[in-house]
């Protein structure tokens, strides 16, 4: 069956432009997420949504960062003005819901190279 | 604030003997932990989870992994290893307290299993 998808699967952009990176989870998940790995630094959890609770930001770097989800399914993660220290992977992960024993499915993820 | 630590930035191990990747975990509460395995240039798959129950929790691929309270460990384990199980393995720990339901990942363990 169809995973969570996330493209594009490559992005080099240069210092101080915006960028969009899109993920679609897996059909019928209202729980989504967003994390970030860079080299060396193992995992970092971004931010959450869960149906149409407000999303839990807690883990977003800087006000540069921000993401939505529309109509509960499809979610997008922008950096604004990107900074070389945010070239990363950037993994976007779904699960049935925000339950401790549903584990999360993750998408291939986007490789950001900022000049 | 949860934590989790994979003490072994790489394991090595010849095929044919058995594995262990070690995980230790910090938390105020019962801990869901997890474990997922990257491949080069691959999203997170999921391999097993412990929530409640038997201490010994098999997963996928052959792999398995035990959890011990006292201890705070949740070591991945395999039998026999085999050359194709070379990849990143990540440990988490999930609490649920309010809206925290994002996973806490280790820094991960690269295997690495020769002929």
Known sequence: ?115 | AQSVAQPEDQVNVAEGNPLTVKCTYSVSGNPYLFWYVQYPNRGLQFLLKYITGDNLVKGSYGFEAEFNKSQTSFHLKKPSALVSDSALYFCAVRVLTGTASKLTFGTGTRLQVTL
């Open chain 1, 1 to 115: 069956g169809a995973g969570v998808s996330q493209s594009p699967s490559n992005k080099v952009t240069e210092k101080g432009k915006d960028v969009e990176l899109r993920c679609d989870p897996i059909s019928g998940h209202t729980a989504l997420y967003w994390y970030r790995q860079s080299l060396g630094q193992g995992l970092e959890f971004l931010i959450y949504f869960q149906g149409n609770s407000a999303p839990d930001k807690s883990g977003l770097p800087s006000d540069r960062f921000s993401a939505e989800r529309t109509g509960g399914s499809v979610s997008t993660l922008t950096i604004q003005r990107t900074q070389q220290e945010d070239s990363a992977v950037y993994l976007c992960a779904s699960s049935l819901g925000s339950g401790g024993n549903n584990e999360q499915f993750f998408g291939p993820g986007t490789r950001l190279t900022v000049l």
